[in-house]
């Protein structure tokens, strides 16, 4: 089976590898193909597709946008965009704007909790300044020694639900698949075992997914146990969706998968990677 990993990060959004080094982490391990799918932004897809030329692999332009959908974040990736699509980029745009904005409340969540410092110590971590998110304040309060660890800086500050995470309204739903289709991509739900949605909730998001013309499901990503792959790959198929797989690698360091060797969806499911390529 092809070496293919659609769901990457590199340090223009949350991840720590600037993109060329991303690109050539991948290809040392033997990824054909790679999708670099940023938080919200596509800039890095230059210096991604210059790697990508010079290591002999296949990049997919991507992006993974934030969606409040139903009171609940979901993420949606966009595979095969083209990024020069102005209304794709006037929408990618806003929602960094957001961003910013909820910076500046964690920041003063941070200083009324006595954590002081978060607005310039988190700068050190980012290295596009347009593009904020938690994660960054989760690296600040690891090397401040506040908190062991990631998973320990979201359980304790900036989690769903805890003192530091700032409620924020993302893109609708509509929008964000009408930004990525209108660029002539796919529009995939990102990492579903992740929302804590219920039964209803779940079957109802990728009922509306699909009749706005989504079109792919994430079943294989590094925060799906192994049992979670048959399930998520059945509601592909009830909902007619293709299945997307993707490691969702941000850092060497904190990564639960590294970057390609994932494994194969589960039979009788199509591939987002056909669609792409058909």
């Known amino acids: 089976m092809l070496n293919i990993d659609l769901h990457c990060h590199s340090n223009f959004s949350d991840g720590t590898l600037p993109p060329d080094e991303l690109v050539a982490r991948a290809a040392g391990r033997g990824v ?72 500046e409340q964690m920041s003063a969540a941070f200083d009324e909790m006595g ?28 090397k401040q020694r506040i908190v062991k660890d990631m998973n320990a800086a979201f359980r304790r500050f900036l989690g769903n639900g805890q003192p530091c995470c700032v409620p924020h309204r993302w893109a609708s739903l509509p929008d964000a698949v009408r930004w990525i289709t209108g660029s002539g ?51 592909a198929q009830y909902y007619g969706l293709k299945a997307s797989s993707g490691s969702d690698f941000h850092s060497p360091g904190e990564s639960y998968h590294d970057l390609g060797g994932l494994p194969p969806t589960p039979h009788g499911v199509g591939h987002v990677w056909d669609v792409l390529n058909g």
């Open 115 to 142: 954590v002081t410092g978060t607005r310039e110590g988190i700068k050190e971590f980012i290295a596009n300044q347009n593009m904020v998110s938690r994660t960054h304040f989760a690296r600040f309060l690891v």
């Open 185 to 235: 991509g796919i529009a995939v739900i990102a990492h579903p075992g992740r929302y804590q949605l219920d039964t209803a909730e779940m079957r109802s998001l990728l009922s509306e997914f699909r009749d706005l013309g989504g079109q792919g499901l994430e079943v294989v990503t590094s925060s799906h146990k192994p049992s979670q792959y048959s399930t998520f790959a059945g509601h």
């Open 32 to 103: 054909a193909a790679l999708a670099l799918t940023d938080h919200d932004d596509t800039s890095g897809l230059p210096l991604a597709r210059l790697a990508a030329i010079r290591h002999g692999i296949t990049l997919l332009n991507g992006v993974e946008i934030s969606v409040t959908w139903n009171d609940h974040t979901i993420h949606v990736v966009g595979l095969g965009i083209d990024p020069d699509n102005e209304v794709l980029q006037a929408g990618l745009s806003a929602t960094r704007h957001g961003r910013l904005a909820r910076s």
